[in-house]
């Protein structure tokens, strides 16, 4: 009986541990998702220059290299469900606004980005998650008309 006891004992002990410690790796991994979105959201809804968009791009680029964020042939980043990160730039010609792609702006080079545009000021329009991970997963900025 009294072993029976104490097997008990250690199989709710060892239970109890194996909770506290996933929630607390839970936990953590939930501060870093919120310190690394909260690198995004900063912008939502305010007004930045053309260079602080061209460092966000740059950002964005080398995340997804680190994560390991697979490339179509043209060299555009594939979504994935977790961790992918896309920017999208909105740019005023005479009539409408053109959506370029963060990758379009790496390939023309960020040099000329900033050069054209680092006066100019842009809006994040909006930010989307990914619905499993709730990780930044693309946002958009807007030129703001002059």
Not at 59 to 88: H, R, Y
């Amino acid at each position: 009986m009294k072993k029976t006891l104490i097997i008990f004992g250690i199989l709710f002990l060892t239970i109890v541990i194996v909770i506290s410690v996933s929630l607390t790796k839970n936990k953590e991994n939930l501060m870093v998702i919120q310190k690394e979105n909260a690198e995004y959201e900063k912008y939502k809804e305010g007004q930045v220059f053309g260079t602080q968009v061209a460092s966000l791009i740059n950002k964005a680029t080398n995340e997804n290299l680190k994560n390991e964020i697979k490339q179509d042939e043209k060299g555009f980043f594939i979504e994935n469900e977790t961790n992918s990160v896309k920017i999208e730039i909105k740019l005023q010609n005479e009539k409408d606004l053109k959506t370029y792609q963060m990758e379009t702006i790496q390939k023309v080079g960020t040099d000329g980005f900033i050069k054209n545009f680092n006066l100019i000021l842009f809006k994040c329009t909006n930010i989307e998650y990914h619905e499993q991970t709730k990780r930044v997963s693309k946002v958009v900025f807007e030129q703001i008309e002059e």
